[in-house]
DNA sequence: GACCAGGCACATC
DNA sequence: GATGTGCATGGT
């Protein structure tokens, strides 16, 4: 069976278990932008505190960020871990924003992806996943995102082996799949759905959608260890 | 109390 | 390029 035809599989399998997530949780792009960085290795429920502190103040907005002294920021990150680290994150990349598009994230969107990605690389604090976040929900750019969900998810069914790098398991979704925006984050989104329910380090696959589907079991080699 | 969460930078081999 | 470590709170 072709890669192709076993990612919409599990797509179809996952959306019709689980139906549309509708990513990102965020009422603006620049909440996904903050948000993007504060969710690094924290649980998004933690993630939620620290952007209802920031809306409290009034401060989810770019120049306000830069207007918070840095100790001050850090109290409002607390919830989300790594609070001194974030707070240095969150204003270089705010200010990364400001310089480059004058804080508008309409205009960082108008930039073209191949052009764009790079610059938010080079940012520190912002490494493949988050840059990618940010460039497929809130610059709506046609990237697949991967997090530690989708590689765990795709290892379990056989797909690929632990050591993929980041964009080599990147390509395996945009090679093989129609490179549409919507079906991109619908797709990231279903994965982190049946990952916190199902994959987690300690499987629970009792209820799983995907329970029996491993890809060296369709292609006919050795099986691996399949999840269930 | 251990384990985990929608990573990343930096050092070292 | 692969591997190891620090960063830190809050839920299960």
Redesign the pocket.
Known sequence: MPLGEFLRKIYERLYRSFGPQG???AETPFE?FV??IL?????????E?AIDRLKGRGALEPRRIMEIPEEEL?ELL??????????K?LKEAVEFLIGEFGGSMKRMAREPLEELRPKL?R?????????D?ILL?ACHKPIF?V???TK?ILQRHGLIRG?I??DELQGLFMDHLPRDVDLFKEYH?LL?RV??THC???PKCKGCPLEGLNYEQVVGQEGEEACG
Not at 39 to 47: I, R
Not at 123 to 131: F, M, Q, Y
């Open positions: 990513w990102w949780p996904v948000g993007a969710t690094q290795n924290t649980a998004w429920a933690n993630v505190k850090q607390r919830p989300t871990g790594y609070y001194r680290i974030k707070a994150r690389l940012i520190r604090g912002i490494g493949p996943e988050t840059a976040s929900y995102v997090d530690a969900y765990r050591n790098s980041y989104a982190v990952g916190k987690r380090p300690k």
